[in-house]
């Protein structure tokens, strides 16, 4: 059993500013999936892009946006997302504060930007 605070992990860099935590992966000893901790800074996106693995996320502050070939959603702490295998996507801030979310992937997403 693992139990730890996210903050004790050390961030990864991932695009222009945003930082990345592998909260628990195979190093941890999980052998399916991975979950990540994404910090946006204001004005900035994740990169647009697809790959062929679902996302599970839910958000944990701040707002922003998802962006999706069908359009944008807003998102506010506590809204949770599923995006699908081969769909392109990309998260947004909005505001002035930090966007923060907690994303799942399968073990082999965790090898992609």
């Known amino acids: 059993m ?3 605070n996210y903050e ?3 961030p990864i860099a991932y695009g222009e500013g945003i930082e ?3 909260v628990i992966g195979p190093t941890e000893g999980a052998p399916t999936f991975v979950m ?3 910090d946006v800074p204001p004005g900035k996106s994740t990169p647009y892009h697809s790959h062929d ?3 599970e996320g839910l958000v944990l502050a701040g707002e922003g946006t998802l962006v999706g070939e ?3 959603t807003r998102l506010k ?3 949770v997302f599923f995006i699908a295998p081969s769909e392109k996507h990309c998260m947004v801030t909005g505001g002035q504060n930090r966007l923060r979310f907690m994303c799942l992937v399968p073990l082999r997403g965790e090898d992609a930007k």
């Open 2 to 4: 693992l139990v730890r």
């Open 8 to 10: 004790d992990v050390e």
């Open 20 to 22: 990345k935590r592998v």
């Open 36 to 38: 990540r901790v994404f």
């Open 53 to 55: 693995w679902e996302h």
């Open 70 to 72: 069908e359009g944008e």
């Open 77 to 79: 702490p506590g809204d």
